[in-house]
C-alpha cells in the first residue's frame, strides 16, 4: 500500500458509477456489497461476489468504485488525517451501496459487507462505525482504518448512535469473518486482531483465520467460507 495521489475535493468517490450484477437488487432476497482493493476495479470484485454466490440464489450484487481506483491515498495504518477525504469518501460509497440495497427491500441482516485489502479495511470501519444487525462482514486481508486501534472509541461511537442499547447488542450477533496472512507485507496480524477485538466488543460474532505464509491475497478458503456466509442469506 505504498503512497498515492491524495485526493481532491470533498467527496472524490461520489461521481463514480458504480457496478451491480447478480439479480437485480429490486428482485433479490439479499446482497452483498463488495468493496474493491487498492489498483482493483468495482468490476473485478464482482467477480469474486459470483463466484462466492450460489447459482440458484437471488443475491444482488453491488460494488461502489473508487476514484483512481484507490479509496486512499497512504498505508490504512496511517493517522485518519492522512488519508482523507478518501477515507470518509469511500465510507459514503459502502453506505450508499448499503442503502441501495435497503431501499429495495431487503432487510440490513440480509446484506453482506465484504471486501479485499483496501476494501476490507473500508468494509471493516464501515460496519464499526454504522453498528447494526447485518447478513454479515467479510473482510480479506484489511482491518479497521488508523494509526492506532482504540476499543473505547467505537464502543462510544455506538453508545452515542444507540440510544438506549448496549454497545454489546450494536451489531447483534452479525457474524464477521476475518482473513489474512500471518506475514502479509501490508496487514499486520495484530491489526487483525484489533479488529476482531472491536467488532467482538460490539456484539459481533468473529471467526478469525490466520493463514501462514500466504502473503496477500484470497485463498480456497476463504473463498468457501464466504460463500457459505452468502448462502445462508440466499
Excluded: K
Aim: charged residues 25%; proline residues 6%.
Amino acid at each position: 500500500m505504498s503512497r498515492g495521489t491524495p485526493h481532491a475535493g470533498d467527496d472524490p468517490h461520489g461521481d463514480e458509477e458504480p457496478v451491480a450484477a447478480g439479480t437485480p437488487v429490486a428482485e433479490a432476497d439479499a446482497a452483498v456489497v463488495l468493496v474493491h482493493g487498492r489498483g482493483a476495479t468495482a468490476r473485478s470484485i464482482v467477480g469474486f461476489g459470483e463466484e462466492v454466490s450460489p447459482p440458484d440464489g437471488n443475491v444482488a450484487l453491488l460494488a461502489p468504485q473508487a476514484a483512481a481506483n484507490t479509496w486512499y491515498p497512504n498505508s490504512f495504518l496511517a493517522s485518519v488525517d492522512d488519508n482523507e477525504p478518501g477515507r470518509t469518501s469511500g465510507l459514503r460509497a459502502v453506505g450508499d451501496a448499503v442503502e441501495r440495497a435497503t431501499d429495495a427491500g431487503i432487510d440490513a441482516g440480509r446484506v453482506l459487507v465484504a471486501g479485499f485489502s483496501q476494501g476490507a479495511c473500508l468494509a471493516s470501519e464501515f460496519v464499526a462505525r454504522n453498528p447494526r444487525e447485518y447478513g454479515g462482514l467479510a473482510a480479506l486481508s484489511g482491518g479497521l482504518i488508523g494509526e492506532s486501534i482504540d476499543v473505547d472509541d467505537y464502543v462510544a461511537d455506538a453508545v452515542a448512535e444507540g440510544g438506549d442499547a448496549t454497545p454489546e447488542d450494536a451489531l447483534a450477533g452479525t457474524p464477521a469473518f476475518l482473513g489474512c496472512s500471518d506475514v502479509d507485507p501490508h496487514i499486520p496480524e495484530e491489526r487483525v486482531h484489533e479488529t476482531a477485538e472491536v467488532l467482538e466488543a460490539l456484539g459481533g460474532d468473529v471467526e478469525t483465520r490466520i493463514y501462514e505464509g500466504m502473503g496477500h491475497g484470497i485463498n480456497a478458503d476463504e473463498t468457501e467460507r464466504v460463500s457459505e456466509m452468502v448462502a445462508a442469506l440466499a
